[in-house]
């Protein structure tokens, strides 16, 4: 039995984590009451010496010191301080407006405001709550169907976890080892897709449920021209100007393709419509509708914040954490702007911050405590030979990496999934030849799913807080509302899931999406290297008739 035992260490240890986690015990505490545990039984049947748990203080120091993880209270708090300014109330007011009577209009401002948002703060309960404060009861208004806007809200929302700043991608670079604007750069592109994709739904649905998700009646526009018209072709022509100017001043400097690009292109864009939209205003030259205005006016702030974080992360000014520092500060500068900066609003900031911080390091230390025994009983070489034997070489090992997330997502928290299982699946994935960046993408967006499937996704559980749960009276058009239900919201999550589940076999199969980050030049094969060196010249060699004498 013992010898069985001692065997088996590994396999047993990762069992009784399972059952600890699933009787509901605290999991930074499950962590490390195993980690102690099975250590002194490994002391006890021999597998490792007695000093072996003196290494526990410096993992612990190696938290408390790791640079890397600074970046999550940064990214935090400018998030809360962005989400309770009003910036994403008068985001979803304005974009709604510009999509106006267009059939889903409404759900595609949402998915728009949600990945502006996802952009700015990184922070999946922020956006969710913001929004279904904001456009839920405008969508239930206007005839929305339930499951419809709830799903759209909720989806919208997670787009935080695999749009740059996420506070996901910041952890599995730390726990895979590399760069975070890596990792930034390499999930800029997968996010964009994935909104595609949502806003691609909203799409079918107009076209086979219309009344699943009608556009705004014409009495619901408010901004518009003294004549009646709406303005839009004036914003149109702005933003291909501005498109068009930065392009042509990007493509003559020497700023490499990808990420980097995308985000410097739209800076420019963006200071170029701004002028035109302060010189319309200030100089009343009335080229701009006053639609026009708002947009451009509404939608700077948000992306000079963007270019302030993620690009000066991703053309190498700025680290990830001083990304972070410049965007809490960009944070505050707009708040004050928008004279909405109190006391109050930082305290309660600063609190949250505190707590979701305090939250993760407890859950690291804890996982360096069980991750210290599980290595001294050889627990990472059992993972690491269990995965790569499977059949089917890297997409066998992605297909069942993937679906093992998955389901682990139903019970575990990204945080608690991150700081648990990525550090065993990171040496198998590597062994394997898997770029370590796309790997962490590709569990990015998996664990996105993590906050929408039934019954544990945090996403719903943000939307049922501010969801009405009783009926109301609709306090614009005087209407008794019904309320929406559990299974309303989360049975529209499930099309958000299978889209989710999707993009994963597309970032899978369509790596570039991801390997752009490198920034691949052209290729040089080292066995075609010719060196051609000439021979050096040396000066003529005296001649002599006689041999010179010698004295």
Known sequence: MIEFFIHNMA?????????????????????????????????????????????????????????????????????LILERSGMAEDLLDTIGQLFGTIRGGLAYAVIFVGALLAAT??????????????SLPIMLRYGYDRRVASGVIAASGTLAQIIPPSLV??????????????????????GLVLSTLYASYVF???????????????????????????????????????????YLYMRTTNVRAGADFVVLTMSVGVVLSFAIALANRLLRLRLLSVLAEQVIFVMVPPLALIFLVLGTIFIGVATPTEGGAMGAVGALALAMMKRRLTWDLVRQAAESTAKLSAFVVFILVGARVFSLTFYGVDGHRWVEELLV????????????????????????????????????????AERL??????????????????????????????????????????????KRMDPITTGQIYWGAVPFVVIQCIMVGLVIFFPSMVMHYKHVGPVIDPQNIQIDIAPPELPPIPQFDQPPKIQ
């Open 204 to 246: 079918l649905v107009t076209i086979f449920y219309p009344k699943a998700a009608p556009g705004l009646p014409a009495e619901a526009l408010t901004y518009k021209e003294p004549d009646g018209r709406r303005g839009v072709i004036s914003l149109f022509v702005v933003i291909i100007l501005s498109a068009v100017a930065a």
């Open 389 to 428: 034997s499977l059949p089917g070489g890297q997409v066998g090992f992605l297909v069942f990496v993937n679906v093992f997330v998955f389901f682990l997502a139903f019970f575990l928290d990204f945080f608690e999934i991150a700081f648990i299982v990525i550090p065993l699946l990171g040496p198998a």
């Open 11 to 79: 396999p047993i240890m990762f069992a009784a984590l399972v059952v600890l986690l699933l009787l509901g015990y605290p999991v930074a505490f499950a962590l490390a009451a195993n980690g102690l545990f099975f250590g002194l039984i490994g002391i006890e049947l021999g597998l490792f010496a007695p000093n072996f748990l003196q290494a526990l203080p410096e993992r612990v120091y190696g938290v408390m010191s790791n640079d890397t993880l600074l970046a999550i209270p940064f990214f935090t708090f400018m998030g």
């Open 433 to 478: 030849g898997i770029d370590l960046i796309w790997f962490g993408v590709i569990l990015g967006v998996n664990m996105q799913t993590s906050f929408m499937h039934p019954p544990f996704g945090f996403a719903l559980f943000y939307l049922r807080s501010v969801a009405p749960k009783e009926p109301y009276i609709d306090r614009v058009t005087g």
């Open 121 to 134: 703060t990184g922070v999946v309960a922020a956006s969710v709550i913001s929004m279904g404060l904001i």
């Open 169 to 190: 991608l910041i952890v599995m670079a730390d726990q895979l080892g590399r760069s975070v604007g890596d990792m930034y750069e390499g999930a800029f592109i997968p």
